[in-house]
């Protein structure tokens, strides 16, 4: 029997074993020249640890908590979408080996199976992801409306305000955070770096298909123009608000009780505005390196947002993150976790549930060895004296 992954890298070559070349790309694709996507974990590769000797590390304690949540490890699934292209168990499968892990999945709004069946197959927590939808009619009629209610707005009433939304499309999202509520999701993950989807190459070419999406069924109806390159591209357009704005975070807190995280934050002036709009959380994160290529890898951004936050809201990154040594970098630089999307995927395709229980696992297992040779038995301990950016290298090291 051949030996199976000994890292996560090696997941990443099953799956390209097992998939068809169409959902291999989308899965490992970034946007345009993928510079974004590569630098996401060569970056990680720029920092240099600093281990501290002669401490006791013969117990290692990972645990900690998010939003009061208990989690065996500072690891989150990140939320991908249409992960039956991986596994037909797909979402399903990706939440038995999260609760079996401990560790907190994130569904994705773009999730083949429903949040419904998802809640339905194990008990866990887990948050539920949301992308604030457009309707056909908002992209019609839309910027008409904006004027109007701009130069009328004195009189616009509460109730005019609510039909906007309505017409908006807005009533699609109330749903979507109904249903989670009801369904025993504890927090809203909501992505802000998509206004309209980034370009990624592979999908045109191979005119990536639109997967099913069983949270929208019957909510929305895409008359998505299906003769061009990526179909998930033109699916996606009609589908995404790119009207979304700060606004509409204040709008969301007032339909949920459930804490919100932004998720796409990677600057100090939008993380500060994060925290004024009152969010629960943020996530340091351009997507996995497919929306906006040439922002930088995010562990090169987080310092930068920690600071501007100052301990308000729990800051987590996501991108890039592959060993134990880059999860421990990150908090070394101020996160309180990280999360996992592209490995994720890449153990689902490799071996179903087993194969993301096997990834999962293994990041923790590296973690908790990288705190006993950094000399950090508990994640109070990882401090940012454990880690140098290169840059930083002591002029005698050079
Ligand atoms: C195939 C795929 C699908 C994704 N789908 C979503 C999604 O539906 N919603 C979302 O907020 N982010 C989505 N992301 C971005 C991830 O949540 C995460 O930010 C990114 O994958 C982290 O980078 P990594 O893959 O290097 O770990 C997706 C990423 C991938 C690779
Ligand atoms: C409106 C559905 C868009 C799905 C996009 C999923 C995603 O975020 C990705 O990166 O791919």
Redesign the pocket.
Known sequence: MEDGPVNLREFQELAKRNLPKMYYD?FSGGAEDQFTLRENVEAFQRIMLRPRILVDVSKIDMSTTLLGYNMSSPILVAP???QQLAHPQGELATARAAAACNAIMVL???SNYSLEDVASTCNAVRFYQL?VCSGFLNKLFGPLFDTFCLRFHCFITCSFEQFLQVFKRRDVSATLLQRAERNGYKAIVV?VD?PR?GRREADEKNKMIIPR?SNLEGLISVDADLTGGSK?EA??SE??DPSLSWKDIEWLKSITKLPIILKGIITAEDARKAVDAGVSGIVVSN??G??LDYTPPTISVLEEVVKAVSGAVPVLLDGGVRRGTDVFKALALGAKAVMIGRPVVYGLAANGEHGVRSVIKMLQNELELTMALAGCPTLRDITRNHVMINHERPRSLL
């Open positions: 989308y991908t979408g249409s994705s709004f773009a992308y992505t998509t989807l999406n998930l699916y996606a589908t995404l997507h996995g497919r929306q």
